[in-house]
């Protein structure tokens, strides 16, 4: 079996019916200035139930595209709005 990617976020948008967009974010060092900067990032999410909220903390798990630029399905939700 394959290791799953997994990513941790929060719910920015409703994306449509069964959708949400997160944003995930990570620290990493500047290469000149040696200082911890924030970089960000968007994924959309598949909720097969439609049971996320904007403001929601996840954990979504990688799973086979399901559409053009989706390929994560919900996972946990870690705290609610």
């Known amino acids: 079996m394959t290791h799953k990617r997994e990513i941790q ?3 920015i948008k409703i ?5 949400v ?12 200035y040696h200082k911890v900067v924030k970089r960000f990032k968007k994924y959309l999410v598949h909720d ?6 904007v403001g929601d903390q996840i ?3 990688e799973c086979r595209p399901l ?6 399905r919900l996972k946990t939700v ?3 709005a």
């Open 21 to 32: 967009s997160i944003v995930v974010e990570r620290r990493v060092m500047h290469p000149r």
């Open 48 to 53: 097969e139930s439609n049971e996320l909220k």
């Open 67 to 72: 559409s053009k630029t989706k390929s994560f």
């Open 59 to 61: 954990i979504a798990i």
């Open 78 to 80: 870690i705290k609610g």
């Open 9 to 11: 976020g929060n719910v």
């Open 15 to 19: 994306s449509g019916d069964k959708t």
